[in-house]
């Protein structure tokens, strides 16, 4: 049994260790975040036909690319449902006017500039012709085209996917500041993309954030770009550093999250650039979206074990880090945060840094007064706990010293001083004068009518000191006299039977032992010497015949 004092001190080592494993996710990890951050890119695919109809009636189809934007964005599901700004998958220009002017100049072969502007010819029947191309289709244009925007998604991944994953468009909104909703439509099939954890608004207490973007597509050696600034005042829409963020916007900073410090979590978006003013889109309107395009925020079983890896990483536990982030690999082997984080875990695992790695040091009060429980209560629950042993153990010791009661009321087989009574003489003397030891070393009486009649009635226990006064072991007669060989009762007189067993089992058979040599039996559970005729051990109580 554990010693008080060694129970009282592994408790306190327990009670110093529990706020720091229960030490909340550090605020300000923007890398909380940064696995869920993505490149948009859209493009426009045009098909235009032109109509002539001078003389014979003839067309021309031609395909064209046409570039839209470029900028930034978050994955809130798992499965690949992507939140950017409606400017970066709604052109501003119509690409329509583009292919008008591209294939009319092809076909006229007249000089027309590639670009969105419309223009005019001298020539008025061709300056007719090209107006009546631009859109919008009427019933007397001459030319008819259909417009297609692709979008694909770059997730931040190592390697990342070639190409992309490709993105259909849910919802799009009114203005180019509008949150625009995207699915990958391959790629997100087994939910194990990482996400962002979403806000609900950007709450009147923030101030300090940053700003998440990605000005290329994301790779181990190009990860998203973070940059601080304020909100001024807290709580608003409207930033301290303004023409930073603007430069930012220049540089395709469009649908970038805007992540609270505070929280790591993300509270909204901007947009804007060139002509476009700079403009906050807040969470709550982010959600709003959603729910208009039927999708709700979620975070996916990566994103669950990953922030678990967090959680000991950033407390500098880096030998606990270490499989958790192994786990976040093994859902998720292209997880570019945690496998940097994994590389850093095992160069740090064991040293000087590693807070798991070194033996807990002794509290100081007031560390200790930061635990939410108590010392003292650690005490006390461990010298409840002791006590309650201790009285087990006292009982469970009063129970084999009693021993199994016979029917009528007297013990059974089991005594602590290991000397049987003789239930056909009545009170047997005590084989030793004073009290009995533990484990007692006394002579064991054999039962049974033929052992009464060995001359080997008694079976001594090994030799021990026996104070004065007290009965002899040694059952020879004294003097050097022999006891008669014939043991049968006098004329007229008879032996009582053998006594009878107690109700229940009966007991087991007892052969006479050999002449001239005791049977010693032992307890197969301890190890200690049976009595004969016992059936139950002296010492822990085990049955003698199991």
């Not at 590639?114 to 020539?123: G, I, P, T, V």
């Not at 992309?164 to 909104?173: R, V």
């Not at 016979?406 to 009545?426: E, I, M, S």
């Not at 009649?453 to 002899?472: I, K, L, Q």
């Amino acid at each position: 049994m554990p010693r008080l004092h060694s129970l009282i001190a592994g408790l306190g080592v327990f009670a110093a260790l529990a706020p720091s494993m229960l030490h909340p996710h550090p605020s300000g990890s923007t890398d909380r975040v940064t696995p869920g951050g993505v490149r948009v890119e859209s493009s426009s695919h045009v098909r235009i036909t032109l109509l002539d109809d001078r003389g014979v009636i003839k067309q021309m189809a031609r395909d064209y690319d046409v570039d839209l934007a470029k900028g930034s964005g978050f994955t809130v599901t798992p499965d690949g449902v992507v939140v950017t700004a409606t400017q970066i998958v709604q052109a501003a220009e119509d690409p329509r006017v583009y292919a008008a002017n591209r294939i009319f100049a092809e076909y006229f072969k007249v000089k027309i500039p590639a670009d969105f502007k419309r223009h005019s010819l001298d020539d008025p029947d061709l300056d007719r012709r090209l107006k009546a191309c631009y859109p919008p289709r009427q019933t007397d244009s001459t030319c008819l085209a259909d417009v297609t925007t692709n979008v694909t998604v770059h997730p931040y991944l190592d390697p990342p996917p070639p190409g992309g994953l490709p993105a259909q468009i849910l919802t799009t909104g009114a203005s180019p500041a509008s949150p625009a909703v995207l699915k990958v439509t391959k790629g997100g099939e087994k939910q194990t993309l990482p996400t962002v954890p979403l806000g609900t608004v950007i709450g009147g207490a923030v101030e300090s954030v940053d700003v998440m973007t990605l000005t290329g597509r994301p790779s181990a050696k190009q990860g998203p770009k973070l940059d601080t600034a304020h909100l001024d005042p807290p709580g608003s829409r409207t930033f301290k550093e303004r023409d930073k963020v603007r430069k930012l916007l220049d540089d395709g900073a469009s649908g970038a999250a805007i992540v609270d410090d505070a929280k790591s979590e993300v509270i909204g978006f901007i947009s804007g650039g060139g002509a476009e003013p700079m403009t906050i889109t807040p969470a709550d309107e982010i959600r709003s979206a959603l729910v208009a395009a039927g999708v709700t925020p979620r975070r996916g079983p990566v994103d669950v074990v990953y922030e678990n890896a967090l959680a000991s990483y950033h407390n500098k536990l880096y030998t606990g880090a270490i499989p958790a982030l192994q786990q976040v690999l093994n859902l998720r082997p292209d997880h570019v945060v945690a496998a940097g984080h994994l590389r850093d875990s095992r160069a740090k695992a064991g040293t000087a840094a590693d807070a798991g790695g070194r033996p807990a040091a002794s509290p100081a009060p007031a560390e200790r007064q930061e635990s939410p429980v108590p010392p003292y209560v650690w005490v006390a629950g461990g010298v409840v706990l002791l006590a309650l042993l201790a009285g087990g153990v006292v009982l469970l010791r009063r129970r084999n010293a009693a021993g199994p009661q016979d029917g009528d009321g007297q013990a059974g087989d089991v005594y602590l001083g290991g000397v049987h009574p003789d239930p056909g003489a009545g009170e047997a003397p005590a084989a030793h004068s004073g009290e009995t030891s533990w484990p007692p070393y006394a002579v064991t009486r054999v039962f049974g009518a033929d052992a009464a009649r060995s001359p080997e009635v008694m079976a001594p226990a090994p030799a021990t000191p026996v104070p004065a006064g007290a009965a002899s072991a040694d059952p020879s007669p004294p003097g050097g006299q022999s006891y008669p060989a014939d043991l049968s009762p006098p004329h007229g007189h008879a032996y009582p039977g053998d006594p009878a067993p107690p109700r229940g089992p009966s007991y087991p058979p007892n052969p006479s032992p050999p002449q001239g040599q005791a049977q010693l039996k032992f307890c197969t559970q301890c190890g200690m010497r049976l009595g004969q005729g016992h059936r139950f051990c002296g010492f822990c109580g085990n049955p003698t015949d199991s």
